[in-house]
């Protein structure tokens, strides 16, 4: 990869991996359709049972999506000592 994000995974569903017009899951109005990419399956246990769906975000919340599981993940891999000590701000 050459240091971008991957917007464009393929989505079993639609068997593309094509930007469609859809609703955003993440943090856009689920009213608005815009260009969408599928981000992967989604299920969740609720009342009535578990709902499955393909989910889809626009190229901004994946964007933010994948700052947030990047930060995640140097949280959970710094050391011991370091994860400990709150953090400074100058």
Not at 15 to 21: E, F, K, L, T, Y
Not at 22 to 44: A, M
Not at 50 to 71: D, E, F, K, S
Request: aromatic share 6%; charged share 25%; net charge negative.
């Amino acid at each position: 990869m050459n240091g971008a994000i991957d917007l464009y995974l393929r989505d079993p569903d639609r068997g593309n991996d094509q930007p469609v017009n859809g609703r955003c899951w993440l943090g856009c109005d689920p009213e608005t359709l815009q260009p969408v990419v599928w981000i992967g399956p989604v299920s969740i246990a609720g009342p009535n049972g578990i709902a499955t769906a393909p989910a889809y975000a626009c190229p901004r919340c994946v964007r933010r999506l994948y700052a947030m599981a990047r930060a995640d993940e140097s949280e959970r891999d710094r050391p011991p000592h370091l994860a400990e000590q709150p953090h400074h701000r100058p």
